[in-house]
């Protein structure tokens, strides 16, 4: 395995950055354990898909009209937003 690899329990080589993304990787599913995960932090230029995942996310990823977090959170706040918009345009 490289040096940025991370070393499933099988030996299988994933690169890190895929160890707790929301898909496991590892044949064994090593790189999404809870003793893996539960210290997952997200880098500065991400952003969490909440308190109870483990998933991160590119923050220009936030309210691009997809959802990339599994829970669809990255697009929640967009959504309210739009319909707090329309309820203001909508007045007459």
């Known amino acids: 395995c490289a040096e940025s690899d991370f070393v ?3 030996g299988q080589c994933v690169p890190n950055r895929w160890q ?3 898909d496991p990787d590892c044949e064994d599913g090593s790189d999404y354990s809870p003793e893996q995960c539960h210290m997952r932090t997200c880098r500065i230029s991400e ?3 909440g ?4 998933q991160c996310i590119p923050v220009s990823w936030r309210c ?6 599994d829970s669809g959170e990255d ?3 967009l959504r ?3 319909s707090a ?4 345009h909508q007045r007459p």
């Open 8 to 10: 499933c329990n099988n």
């Open 20 to 22: 707790c993304d929301g």
């Open 47 to 49: 952003i969490s898909c």
């Open 51 to 54: 308190a109870r995942s483990t």
């Open 64 to 69: 691009d009209g997809e959802n990339d977090c």
């Open 75 to 77: 697009e929640e706040k």
């Open 80 to 82: 309210a937003t739009y």
């Open 85 to 88: 918009a329309l309820l203001v």
